[in-house]
T-cell receptor, first 115, second 110 residues
Framework: NAGVMQNPRHLVRRRGQEARLRCSPM?????VYWYRQLPEEGLKFMVY????????ESGMPKERFSAEFPKEGPSILRIQQVVRGDSAAYFC?????????????FGPGTRLTVL | SQQGEEDPQALSIQEGENATMNCSYK?????LQWYRQNSGRGLVHLIL?????REKHSGRLRVTLDTSKKSSSLLITASRAADTASYFC??????????FGTGTSLTVIP
């Protein structure tokens, strides 16, 4: 059973471009979470999605950021008009259920660098 | 804030010694999880302790939870160089959102 997959692993964008980060959850998992980690800091919760639904986006900036988890295909975190402050590692995690007792399985992360 | 706060921020010990790190949180939880992150990698789940549990063991790991003090501790016994990593606690609330702290950076010196 493959783990959580994220691609690309590294992404370089110039200011103003768009960044699209993909996350394929573990097989059988329908709950996906996105986190951002700035250098030397912990993970900050961004958004929690279940298939085709956004459950909680309280940690995601209101502008330029969006997330989706379609019925078919990976979850996408999209950052429009990137700025240098968006440079960070973005991790997604998945779990089989959405209750509070499930561990989350993390992907290897996408490291975004904005030039 | 709903995130956990780990203490100390950094810890350096000799191989074979025990490492203890603490986590405090502010509001009532359903459970609390500990994760490890090796440099440049994703997080790996270590252990989950439910709010009605006081202590839990997994191999060389021992986790305690004191809900009256809103705190948890992670003890790693007989540490190894491979334990060098950052350790995060994640208080769990309803809805399965976890709020990670900034972590404790553990260095085990061979």
């Amino acid at each position: 059973n493959a783990g959580v997959m994220q691609n690309p692993r590294h992404l370089v964008r110039r200011r103003g471009q768009e960044a699209r980060l993909r996350c394929s959850p573990m097989k059988g998992h329908s709950h996906v979470y996105w986190y951002r980690q700035l250098p030397e800091e912990g993970l900050k919760f961004m958004v929690y999605l279940q298939k085709e639904n956004i459950i909680d986006e309280s940690g995601m900036p209101k502008e330029r950021f969006s997330a989706e988890f379609p019925k078919e295909g990976p979850s996408i975190l999209r950052i429009q008009q990137v700025v240098r402050g968006d440079s960070a590692a973005y991790f997604c995690a998945s779990s089989p259920k959405g209750d509070a007792y499930n561990e989350q399985f993390f992907g290897p992360g996408t490291r975004l660098t904005v030039l | 804030s709903q995130q956990g706060e780990e203490d100390p921020q950094a810890l350096s010990i000799q191989e074979g010694e025990n490492a203890t790190m603490n986590c405090s949180y502010k509001t009532s939880i359903n459970n609390l999880q500990w994760y490890r992150q090796n440099s440049g990698r994703g997080l790996v789940h270590l252990i989950l302790i439910r709010s009605n549990e006081r202590e839990k063991h997994s191999g060389r790991l021992r986790v305690t939870l004191d809900t009256s003090k809103k705190s948890s501790s992670l003890l790693i016994t007989a540490s190894r160089a491979a334990d060098t990593a950052s350790y995060f606690c994640a208080p769990g609330y309803t809805g399965n959102q976890f709020y990670f702290g900034t972590g404790t950076s553990l260095t085990v010196i061979p």
